[in-house]
């Protein structure tokens, strides 16, 4: 499916251009991202070095050509139905991930203060990392149209789910009395968007290693 859409988007039409709005949505929301992190984490102002609200608003408007695009595309040229599914789905993914770091800025405007990980300020920064290592790698996965390096990146961030899991029943059951309501109440919102914003980028992984009904789906287990 996947080399199937990438030989339709050699020629030039609407479907080449949807796909290069596609990446640059993922570009934007890695801008947004490492913003977010820096004024929710890095800094005690809310200040911020780039509209990530804007961005956000980018975004969605990329989402809304990208269906228009393939729509008139389908409509005109009555072929290329699958490619153009692709592109539906993986951009439904692209401006979740916009959403969920949006959710991030806001947090930080409502806790003003660098928000502390606490006893769980390893695990925190590991997550920041993997999240920030995963915006490149799945990019660098959907130019190369790589199904191997796709289902790879699949099982290199796996984990991240379970850790999030882990600490959000840590903070939902109230063991650290050190931490303030306050505080476990942010941290439990990050971790969980953080975990979802890890989640849309295994999504589009996903359309690279599955076919398209799998996508979003882990890959099919192949036989020894």
Known sequence: MWKQLLGLLRSDNLLKQAWAECFEMLDVAKVMFDEAVRVLRESDSVEMSADVMAMDQKVDAFEQDVRKKVLTHC???NADIPAAMVLVTIVIDL?????????????????PERLSGGKYEPELKRLEE???KNFVDTRACLEA????MASG???EFGWVKALCDDVLHGLLSGRDETMSSGQAVALALYFRWLRRINSHLHNLNTSVANPFDRIGFKPPVRPA
């Open 153 to 155: 990146l699949l099982e």
């Open 145 to 148: 149209d790589d199904p191997e």
């Open 95 to 111: 401006e979740r991930i916009g959403d969920y770091i949006k959710n991030c800025v806001k947090l930080a405007r409502e806790h």
């Open 130 to 132: 993997a999240v920030k």
């Open 75 to 77: 409509a005109v040229q």
